[in-house]
């Protein structure tokens, strides 16, 4: 599989993923999602402590620094099979 189809897997979670209600979704897996995504889309993250750093940033800081290993493509695989498992799910 090339890049640009790879790409369009990850829009067309993101998508499917952006018409979940989060009510519907467990907190562990939101943050799973979301370190995936972050990963996926910026890359390896960069640790900025800011003064408005609280503890719900902290929880999704974690997730991300927890897979930073990853590649982006790797990132983009896992994100769109876990979304896949969810929607099939419902």
């Known amino acids: ?13 993101v998508d499917t993923a952006s018409k979940m209600s989060q009510s519907e979704l ?3 897996v ?3 999602l979301y370190a995936y ?3 996926a ?3 390896t993250i960069s640790y900025d402590y800011s003064s408005d750093f ?5 929880f999704k800081t974690n997730a991300w620094m927890q897979i930073s290993h990853l590649s982006t493509d790797e990132a983009k695989e896992l994100y769109i099979k876990a979304i ?3 929607a099939n799910k419902k």
Do not use: W
Not at 5 to 11: G, K, Q, S, T, Y
Not at 54 to 58: H, S, V
């Open 1 to 13: 599989m090339d890049e640009k189809e790879l790409d369009i897997r990850f829009l067309e979670a």
């Open 26 to 28: 467990p907190q562990d």
């Open 30 to 32: 939101q943050l799973r």
């Open 37 to 39: 995504y972050k990963q």
């Open 41 to 43: 889309s910026f890359g």
């Open 54 to 58: 609280d503890l719900r940033n902290a």
């Open 84 to 86: 896949n498992e969810i």
